[in-house]
């Protein structure tokens, strides 16, 4: 059974950072391809990045530069790097996992909430 568990989670002052976790387990870590969402109240879910098996990563434009996305193979576990953060970055944080870049994320993980004040 696939689990995914988020944490790291929090309140913190714009400007300031918070890295994020996500442990994974019943699955070859090594062979998924790691995505990082969010959901803000009220609109829908968005991508934020992501990293494959091999290390390759993307991001969505307005977390560029800001946030880094890293996995640690032998923890089974990806990482959130979130620097300088924004009021409008606030939202639960989610991570999933997919096969292949062709196929959907088929298990995520229950959230982490993240909260960042002016």
């Known amino acids: 059974q696939v689990q995914l568990v988020e944490s790291g989670g929090g309140l913190v002052q714009a400007g300031g950072s918070l890295r994020l976790s996500c442990a994974a387990s019943g699955l070859t870590f090594v062979n998924y391809i790691m995505g990082w969402f969010r959901q803000a109240p009220g609109k829908e879910r968005e991508f934020v990045g992501h990293?494959?098996?091999?290390?390759?990563?993307s991001y969505a434009d307005s977390v560029k530069g800001r946030f880094t996305i890293s996995r640690d193979n032998a923890k089974n576990t990806v990482y959130l790097q979130m620097n300088s953060l924004k009021p409008e970055d606030t939202a639960v944080y989610y991570c999933?996992?997919?096969?292949?870049?062709?196929?959907?994320?088929?298990?995520w993980g229950q959230g982490t909430q993240v909260t960042v004040s002016s």
């Open positions: 999933a996992v997919r096969r292949t870049f062709a196929s959907s994320y088929d298990y």
């Open positions: 990293i494959s098996w091999s290390g390759g990563y």
